[in-house]
């Protein structure tokens, strides 16, 4: 979908400092905004490469060995985004996708973690701010792998560390990966507040700043923990271990 990131010109340092560089796939059918991400991405010490389509990735045999990271459009012709990403995930392939498009409305943002996206980004941001987001998938890749049966029990809720699963009182809440990440870091601080400004972190990664300050961002810390809080409460309608601590955050009662 046509469409183009402002402010292509970046200040952050190189992404290959101190480590092999990032293996980037960019899927999105409008061509020049392939090429002028590809180049600035390659700027910042990225390995880049491009596929038109959606078929052209799903048919690419090798994703998860030869990528770390996918930015996937949404609107193409064919196969878009989200059967793409439904496609490689029913397949196995655990490459981290972020969708990076103009759809902006929640709906889409909202489907796109559900069905195992990673991060979403308008492109009407800047190329600094996608930058910010991939180097938080970055920095993830380079952590060890948690062995496959790493869990941490807290009072009633279980946590798999290596495969971001929650368990209520022995039953599945089906969380994204980032409401997860919410969770885990909430109940590790059981009985203490938590700021929103932390819990936004925890998402964006430190340092990253909302488009509509600190109201935005509030906002959107609100939002998720009601979503996290409806999940529970799918499993456990007298779920309240996440308590409000207004107009400073939230904390995880033990």
């Known amino acids: 979908m046509n469409g183009s990131l402002r402010d292509l010109n970046s200040d952050l340092a190189p992404a290959s400092n101190g480590g092999a560089a990032l293996k980037v796939a960019i899927v999105d059918d409008d061509p020049l905004f392939r090429e002028a991400l590809r180049l600035n991405l390659e700027d910042e010490g990225y390995r880049v490469a491009e596929f038109a389509d959606g078929s052209a990735v799903v048919n690419y045999a090798a994703l998860d060995k030869d990528f770390d990271l996918i930015l996937l459009d949404w609107k193409m012709p064919a196969m878009d985004g989200i059967e793409v990403l439904r496609v490689l995930r029913g397949r196995g392939v655990k490459t981290p996708v972020i969708f990076l498009t103009l759809l902006s409305d929640e709906v889409y943002e909202e489907a796109a973690l559900a069905g195992g996206a990673v991060d979403f980004v308008d492109k009407s941001r800047s190329f600094s701010i996608l930058l910010r987001r991939i180097e938080v998938i970055r920095l993830g890749v380079k952590k060890p792998d948690l062995p496959v049966d790493a869990v941490s029990d807290i009072g009633a809720l279980s946590l798999k560390l290596a ?92």
């Open 163 to 254: 495969t971001k699963r929650a368990e209520w009182r022995g039953r599945a809440v089906e969380l994204t990966v980032r409401e997860f990440d919410i969770v885990a870091a909430l109940a590790a601080r059981a009985g203490v507040d938590m700021k929103y400004r932390d819990i936004y972190d925890t998402v964006h990664g430190q340092g990253f700043h909302a488009g509509d300050g600190e109201e935005g961002l509030r906002a959107t810390v609100r939002a998720i923990i009601k979503r996290i809080r409806g999940k529970f409460r799918a499993v456990d309608p007298d779920f309240d271990h996440i308590e409000t601590f207004a107009g400073f955050g939230y904390r995880w009662r033990p």
